[in-house]
């Protein structure tokens, strides 16, 4: 009488029929589990961690009629988690009426601040251009334009992203330097970004700094909140919808959340299913290895 292998001794038909699924049933599962959220959205609950909290509460303090200088430090690489957070941000300054003052350390940045501006101010809140708001667009050189911008705006951005001359922008004519500005808000993925601001700018200038990041890049900021440096940090695609809670307006990040959660579920249930039937059968893995060396 032969000895049972593992999979001889898998009896129960239900896992004999999971052993054999095809893969594919798996992939159209997790994208199915991705992609109805994000036309149907679920709203799962978001709780508001402290760093997020710190950020809101921030910009909450800022008198209305304020100057932000916002820091677009992206490209189209990241704008899947980036870009919900510059759009909530700024609803949160123009719901304030904070004027904002943007510029971009990434080439590929402008348009895509030109795009929340256009969405946000124009869009919901019917700002004026160079009135309650400018793009001042790219400007090559990293941290020394930095640096630079501590001492006048003006001669690193002569001219905005359209090629008039800052002179001739009403939001400019009292805005020359970080002295005249209240706060910076940096939406950054990588260099030059926040680690940058807060070496290069809040040492020596000594100005608030709000930031959100990638998700990767998060941990590395987070000492920076707790010293103070940062008064508030938004980290990946969790950060922004914890900021979409916070101002009443669940959008982007909030829908992305809804599918990343569900589609870990779907992940996580079908590990639990392999391990049982992995262990169901005794091991059968190994088992099938020896048997066919």
Known sequence: MSKKTGREGLKLPVLERLERLDRRYIFIAIFIAVIVPLIFPIWLPVRVSPEVQGLYDSVEKLPPGSVVYF????DPGSMAELRPMMISTLRHLFRRDIKVIGACLWPAGPPL????????AEGEYGKKYGIDFVNLGFKEGREAVMVQLGKSFHSVYPADYYGKPVSEIPIMKNAYNFDNTAMIVNISAGYPGTKEWIQQVKSRFHITIGAGCTAVSAPEFYPYVQSGQLVGLMG?????????????????ATKGMDAQSLGHVVILIFVILGNIIYFAGGGSKKTGRVKAS
Do not use: M
């Open 113 to 120: 601040l030109e795009e929340g501006f256009g969405i946000v």
């Open 236 to 252: 990946g695609l969790a950060g922004a919808a914890e900021y979409e809670k916070l101002i009443g307006n669940p959008a982007d």
């Open 71 to 74: 820091a677009a430090d992206f």
